[in-house]
């Protein structure tokens, strides 16, 4: 699809003797959304904001060398072996070795007279670069003003890495005006290195507005507009994400030390076998270690690192590289709590910057991005209950009334039952109209469309048979819970939530054993299942059909009873 944008001017930075003045530039074409106020600690703003454009032009996806200018080369010495073996004589010989003598002289000289061209174009490579920025990337960052703090999201090239930076409002000074709303914001390369300069003897005025710093002439505004071929799932990485946030992560409390001591090992060694992966060993009450593969060395963490969980785990993750972008925010940390979703899946990193938040959510590995068609349908864990078109609004006005709020508090106000209210979420986060704040626990307004939210848009994502038929293991969970070839042998209520174990027999036939871990906040913990498909893939490449046909079943038990419950 086309998404279109359109800047009243470009963002920049205006650095003076006392005073720096930042602007972004925001798309005109969305919601009105602006903030104005007085930076009170720039040097931690500055620092968060380099952070969050690392992970913007990052790309470490595998890239094969490219080898055209050796397989000329050789060509070329086939070449001239093959022309050599027709000169038996000596002197023949001879001339052809001051022949080539004489030719490799020519190529210097002509490096030489070219040498103020390749210059040239080489500035004009770098000019295009950075002025034509949305050829480069996909997405413009996200900026989104709340009634208590501005955030930024933000994909890294390779599509492999989420951040998001939240700003509380007691950074500031001083906030003369904001209204919330969400908007892309132009974040140029130029205006990214103009950042760096931010100083904390400079009184630094932050500003989010459409004009930006623009460039006036007479009797005309000035514009920037640009329009991105995007394909249709472009903005399936948002529902990953919060699809992932919102199960039932492993948290794990670091201290800032813990984590340079596992990037300085990293920085200072470098592999080229496998196996590379960071691996975290969790034992119930005792301090957490993280082994590095393929060295086995062991770092063991701070004694405020204490694993809380009730039984051992082993959780391997990949992709470690792309820690590094951390590294300049160590310094500043306050302390970082690490979400983990099970062996191979994401991981998620949640730095405390005191009135900043920064989040960093890494895929399973680097080629396993967020929004390719190949990864992981975690959405699919997070449905719950069959929910109206009417509900949906009902849950997306009341969002969009109070900004931000807990599942149990929306759930108040729109006199729908608990899972009702999460299910109604659980929809909105997955078409880009709110999202889940790990850091805060609460759920946020956050529309990723210029298009208003409607009934009939609420009818399309709640379209039970047109939303699972996106997988072919949500379809045939549908109909395995439709036929009744599932069955909950056992639904025990414990302390920590739900423990389901049951049968479900697939389309070939054979009865498998699936089991599922649910919080008391109905987040998937745990699943497993003895079939073929989870065998070879665990939760990598989604759940199969039998984790979600029991997902299914104890959801139907949990409508019947949230219905005679009420909330």
Same mark, same amino acid.
């Given at each position: 699809?086309?998404?279109?944008?359109?800047?009243?001017?470009?963002?920049?930075?205006?650095?003076?003797?006392?005073?720096?003045?930042?602007?972004?530039?925001?798309?005109?074409?969305?919601?009105?959304?602006?903030?104005?106020?007085?930076?009170?600690?720039?040097?931690?703003?500055?620092?968060a904001l380099a952070a969050l454009h690392q992970v913007v032009v990052s790309d470490l996806k595998y890239k094969p060398r490219d080898?055209?200018?050796?397989?000329?080369?050789?060509?070329?010495?086939?070449?001239?072996?093959?022309?050599?073996?027709?000169?038996?004589?000596?002197?023949?010989?001879?001339?052809?070795?001051?022949?080539?003598?004489?030719?490799?002289?020519?190529?210097?000289?002509?490096?030489?007279?070219?040498?103020?061209?390749?210059?040239?174009?080489?500035?004009?490579?770098?000019?295009?670069?950075? $002025?034509?920025?949305?050829?480069?990337?996909?997405? #413009?960052?996200?900026?989104?003003?709340?009634?208590? %703090?501005?955030?930024? %999201?933000?994909?890294?090239? #390779?599509?492999?890495?989420?951040?998001?930076?939240?700003?509380?409002?007691?950074?500031?000074d001083k906030i003369d005006s904001f209204e919330c709303g969400t908007t892309n914001i132009d974040f140029s390369a130029k205006l990214?290195?103009?950042?760096?300069?931010?100083?904390?003897?400079?009184?630094?005025?932050?500003?989010?507005?459409?004009?930006?710093?623009?460039?006036?002439?007479?009797?005309?505004?000035?514009?920037?507009?640009?329009?991105?071929?995007?394909?249709?799932?472009?903005?399936?990485?948002? $529902?990953?994400?919060?699809?992932?946030?919102?199960?039932?992560?492993?948290?794990?409390?670091?201290?800032?030390?813990?984590?340079?001591?596992?990037?300085?090992?990293?920085?200072?060694?470098?592999?080229?076998?496998?196996?590379?992966?960071?691996?975290?060993?969790?034992?119930?009450?005792?301090?957490?270690?993280?082994?590095?593969?393929?060295?086995?060395?062991?770092?063991?963490?701070?004694?405020?690192?204490?694993?809380?969980?009730?039984?051992?785990?082993?959780?391997?993750?990949?992709?470690?590289?792309?820690?590094?972008?951390?590294?300049?925010?160590?310094?500043?940390?306050?302390?970082?709590?690490?979400?983990?979703?099970?062996?191979?899946?994401?991981?998620?990193?949640?730095?405390?910057?005191?009135?900043?938040?920064?989040?960093?959510?890494?895929?399973?590995?680097?080629?396993?991005?967020?929004?390719?068609?190949?990864?992981?349908?975690? #959405?699919?864990?997070?449905?719950?209950?069959?929910?109206?078109?009417?509900?949906?609004?009902?849950?997306?006005?009341?969002?969009?009334?109070?900004?931000?709020?807990?599942?149990?508090?929306?759930?108040?106000?729109?006199?729908?039952?608990?899972?009702?209210?999460?299910?109604?979420?659980?929809?909105?986060?997955?078409?880009?109209?709110?999202?889940?704040?790990?850091?805060?626990?609460?759920?946020?307004?956050?529309?990723?469309?210029?298009?208003?939210?409607?009934?009939?848009?609420?009818?399309?994502?709640?379209?039970?048979?047109?939303?699972?038929?996106?997988?072919?293991?949500?379809?045939?969970?549908?109909?395995?819970?439709?036929?009744?070839?599932?069955?909950?042998?056992?639904?025990?209520?414990?302390?920590?939530?739900?423990?389901?174990?049951?049968?479900?027999?697939?389309?070939?036939?054979?009865?498998?054993?699936?089991?599922?871990?649910?919080?008391?906040?109905?987040?998937?913990?745990?699943?497993?299942?003895?079939?073929?498909?989870?065998?070879? $893939?665990?939760?990598?490449?989604?759940?199969?059909?039998?984790?979600?046909?029991?997902?299914?079943?104890?959801?139907?038990?949990? %409508?019947?009873?949230?219905?005679?419950?009420?909330?």
């Open positions: 699809m086309i998404v279109q944008f359109q800047y009243q001017g470009q963002s920049g930075i205006l650095n003076g003797l006392r005073e720096t003045q930042v602007g972004f530039a925001t798309n005109t074409l969305r919601e009105l959304a602006f903030f104005k106020g007085v930076l009170g600690q720039p040097v931690v703003f500055r620092e080898r055209f200018a050796f397989r000329t080369w050789l060509e070329q010495q086939d070449q001239q072996f093959l022309a050599s073996l027709g000169f038996k004589t000596k002197d023949a010989l001879e001339k052809i070795e001051k022949l080539s003598e004489k030719l490799r002289e020519l190529d210097r000289l002509r490096e030489h007279r070219m040498k103020l061209f390749y210059d040239a174009r080489e500035q004009y490579f770098q000019y295009v670069l950075q $002025h034509e920025y949305e050829a480069n990337y996909l997405f #413009d960052p996200v900026i989104t003003v709340h009634p208590d %703090e501005i955030s930024f %999201e933000a994909f890294s090239k #390779d599509e492999s890495s989420y951040a998001r930076l939240a700003a509380k409002y007691s950074l500031f990214a290195r103009e950042l760096e300069r931010m100083r904390t003897y400079r009184r630094t005025t932050f500003d989010i507005a459409a004009s930006g710093f623009t460039v006036t002439t007479t009797g005309a505004g000035s514009h920037k507009e640009k329009k991105i071929d995007l394909p249709e799932s472009w903005v399936q990485g948002f $529902h990953q994400v919060h699809s992932v946030m919102s199960l039932g992560l492993t948290r794990i409390h670091l201290d800032p030390m813990d984590l340079f001591n596992l990037l300085r090992f990293l920085h200072s060694h470098k592999v080229k076998r496998s196996p590379r992966a960071l691996r975290f060993e969790l034992q119930p009450n005792q301090r957490v270690k993280a082994v590095i593969e393929p060295w086995e060395h062991v770092i063991e963490f701070s004694e405020r690192s204490v694993f809380e969980g009730a039984k051992p785990m082993s959780v391997r993750t990949w992709g470690r590289e792309r820690l590094k972008v951390l590294a300049r925010l160590i310094p500043i940390a306050k302390s970082i709590d690490l979400y983990l979703a099970g062996f191979g899946l994401p991981s998620i990193y949640v730095l405390d910057l005191g009135e900043l938040t920064f989040t960093l959510a890494l895929s399973g590995w680097t080629d396993n991005d967020w929004t390719g068609a190949g990864s992981a349908k975690f #959405d699919l864990l997070s449905r719950r209950l069959s929910i109206g078109p009417s509900e949906v609004m009902s849950i997306y006005e009341t969002l969009k009334k109070v900004r931000f709020s807990t599942d149990i508090s929306l759930s108040n106000e729109t006199g729908l039952g608990l899972e009702k209210t999460r299910s109604g979420l659980s929809y909105l986060c997955q078409v880009g109209r709110g999202m889940y704040d790990l850091g805060g626990k609460v759920y946020r307004h956050r529309e990723l469309f210029a298009d208003p939210f409607t009934v009939k848009e609420a009818a399309k994502v709640t379209n039970t048979s047109k939303v699972e038929d996106q997988t072919p293991q949500a379809k045939a969970a549908r109909q395995i819970f439709v036929k009744g070839d599932v069955f909950l042998t056992a639904r025990r209520k414990v302390s920590t939530g739900y423990k389901l174990s049951g049968s479900a027999k697939g389309a070939d036939g054979l009865r498998v054993r699936p089991l599922l871990s649910l919080d008391l906040d109905g987040q998937v913990t745990e699943a497993t299942c003895s079939c073929n498909y989870y065998q070879a $893939h665990g939760l990598t490449k989604g759940p199969c059909e039998h984790i979600l046909s029991l997902r299914l079943a104890h959801m139907a038990k949990l %409508e019947t009873e949230d219905a005679k419950g009420g909330n």
